[in-house]
């Protein structure tokens, strides 16, 4: 802790104030099998700087900073993820929020884009990981990469709402969000009467009362052209929240590829996740986004025709207002 502040976020993403956070949630529950001699602290050290620069096992051992041989390195990722896992998630990644909250949401994104109603925006991003070694196809995209299809949904401050990186890179952006917790949670509060909380996607996402996606093909100067540029508009919020979540934890940009089981992957994901949002509340600065490179999976509209369900014509109307 007597590095600079600078240079500490450089290293470990975190502030010294978000690291202690973290620090005092997990100290109690990190096993003391590894060595009596590694503390807490250095094995959170560790585990931050491999999420922060993907670097091979061996590269973040050797470092100055640390100096642990890589067999060390990998025995304190296989402790210390689980542990970040069951600590943070639960507690900083929430899709229920307070009435209040939601309030807040809508009148932002309203400010921004004119669309009523948004809570929040949602998207898919690929995260590379080496050819698992059961059921590759599963995991192989139309990229011709290995990879996880990771759903990423967030609010107007780039806080994520809900992550679910539990399947590979082949399935469906439809698929992952129709087996999420998310859509789940929505239908529920939709069917309970809260008609006024809806998530924006792209046209990889099935329309939903709840969930509106953009107008196919609008020809320039309609309504349904208006509506799908504010749509965009509005959208931006979780591209810009997924390249800051890549650039602020590099082991899961495009041009690195994880070494690890896609369940481990999945925990990866979530870490980084849980992490990102604890930065946004200790006011980390979000890192500069002009070396962000991520391989874009071509994206595969949902053939479902919804013209005319009451999804499409709530969207109709919203559009006609705009």
């Known amino acids: 802790m007597e590095l600079s502040s600078a240079f500490f976020k450089e290293n470990f993403r975190l502030s010294k104030d978000a690291f202690m956070y973290v620090l005092d949630n997990i100290n109690e529950k ?6 009596s001699s ?8 560790c585990t931050l700087r491999f999420l922060a620069h993907g670097s091979y096992q061996q590269t973040v051992g050797n470092d100055f900073i640390l100096g642990f041989a890589q067999p060390t390195v990998s025995l304190i990722l296989n402790e210390m993820l689980p542990i970040l896992e069951t600590t943070l998630c639960s507690v900083w990644i929430k899709t229920d929020i307070s009435e209040e909250h939601k309030q807040l949401t809508r009148r932002k994104f309203y400010t921004n884009s004119g669309i009523p109603n948004v809570v929040g925006c949602v998207d898919g991003t690929h995260v590379a990981i080496i050819a698992p070694s059961v059921n590759k196809h599963l995991y192989l995209n139309r990229k011709g990469f290995f990879s996880i299809n990771a759903m990423i ?12 990186a539990r399947y590979g890179g082949s399935s ?3 698929f992952v969000w129709n087996n999420s917790t998310l859509k789940t949670y929505l239908e529920r509060t939709y069917q309970r009467g ?6 924006l996607a792209d046209s990889g996402y099935p329309l939903h009362e709840y969930l509106w996606t953009p107008y196919r093909n609008a020809l320039s ?11 965009a508009k509005a959208r931006n919020v979780v591209e810009r929240t997924i390249g800051v979540l890549k650039c602020r934890f590099r082991c899961i940009l495009g041009e690195r590829k994880l070494r690890y089981s896609p369940s481990k992957a999945t925990m990866i994901v979530n870490v980084c996740c849980a ?9 980390v600065n979000d890192p500069e986004q002009e070396t962000f ?10 053939e479902e025709n919804f013209s005319g369900s009451a999804a499409d014509r709530r969207r109709r109307q919203i559009a006609n207002s705009l």
């Open 30 to 35: 990190c096993p003391y099998q590894l060595s």
């Open 221 to 231: 100067g309609t309504v349904e052209s208006k509506f799908n540029k504010k749509h």
């Open 293 to 302: 490179v991520d391989v874009v999976v071509p994206l595969e509209p949902v």
């Open 275 to 283: 992490l990102h949002n604890i930065c946004k509340q200790y006011d």
């Open 153 to 164: 949904a967030c609010n107007h401050d780039m806080v994520i709402r809900c992550v679910d």
């Open 194 to 199: 809260d008609h006024n909380s809806v998530y």
């Open 38 to 45: 590694i503390s807490p602290m250095l094995k959170l050290c």
């Open 172 to 174: 469906h952006d439809s």
